[in-house]
């Protein structure tokens, strides 16, 4: 995905929020590959818990991409793991970060657990 000129801050870097937002792009598009969308009538992920840490700085412009892996499974639950790297310096790591994901039932607002079709595609995803 490009680094947007409204991505940098007044410091000439990008934000460490949009970090955060490069990230979610990527899981967001990771949960429609692997079939894992919400749907706010039934079920679907929830992020319960975000981190990233910034080891190099973003400048514009430039392209970056961001590598998602699957983690540690849970009963009803995931971790992501995700990496930014620069498409033109592909061996530089320039954060790393992940989320907790929770299977969620949404009119009910409770967790459930994973179903088998999703833990299956997460398994196989490793």
């Given at each position: 995905m490009p680094i947007r000129w409204g991505d940098m801050d007044a410091m000439g870097h990008v934000n460490n929020t949009i970090y955060f937002r490069y990230l979610e792009q990527a899981r967001i598009e990771w949960?429609?590959?692997?079939?894992?969308?919400p749907d706010p009538q039934g079920e679907g992920p929830v992020i319960i818990n975000a981190h990233c840490t910034f080891l190099r700085q973003l400048k514009y412009p430039?392209?970056?991409e961001v590598l998602t892996f699957v983690g540690e499974l849970g009963r009803s639950s995931f971790e992501t793991i995700q990496e930014i790297r620069r498409a033109d310096d592909p061996e530089t790591l320039i954060a790393e970060g992940g989320?907790?994901?929770?299977w969620v039932n949404f009119p009910l607002e409770k967790s459930m657990p994973l179903p088998d079709a999703v833990r299956q595609r997460l398994t196989d995803a490793n």
């Open positions: 949960f429609s590959q692997m079939n894992c969308d430039g392209d970056i989320a907790k994901v929770v």
